[in-house]
């Protein structure tokens, strides 16, 4: 069983930066696929970016390719995602979940949420 606690979110102007963290408090983490998700005001959870379990292949939605990094260091059970050149677009309450299967974009496949955390993007 593992549970997930995002921090790092905040309230950033428009082309800045922040870092969300996922650390989660199993012993098992390395050996599921992390993902990031996002979900807006009135929208569906979205698909943002995931991580294999070694952190060798990485998958990104085509919006936020170029600008998001995602990363883990399983020593620390600890997933990341880097943004930089922030948009308004990008505001959302962001959620790292954990998976079987590589490369999977659709939240029902992923077994294992954190609680969101919540980011905004001021123009």
């Known amino acids: 069983q593992e549970q997930l606690v995002e921090s790092g979110g905040g309230l950033v102007q428009a082309g800045g930066s922040l870092r969300l963290s996922c650390a989660a408090s199993?012993?098992?983490?390395?050996?599921?696929?992390m993902g990031w998700f996002r979900q807006a005001p009135g929208k569906e959870r979205e698909f943002v970016a995931t991580?294999?379990?070694?952190?060798?292949?990485?998958y990104y939605v085509d919006s936020v390719k170029g600008r998001f990094a995602i990363s883990r260091d399983n020593a620390k059970n600890t997933g990341y995602l880097q943004m930089n050149s922030l948009k308004p677009e990008d505001t959302a309450v962001y959620y790292c979940?954990?998976?079987?299967?590589?490369?999977?974009?659709?939240?029902?496949?992923?077994?294992?949420w954190g609680q969101g955390t919540q980011v905004t993007v001021s123009s």
């Open positions: 979940a954990l998976g079987r299967w590589e490369g999977q974009s659709i939240p029902k496949n992923y077994d294992y």
């Open positions: 199993g012993r098992t983490f390395r050996n599921y696929e």
């Open positions: 991580i294999s379990r070694s952190g060798s292949n990485t």
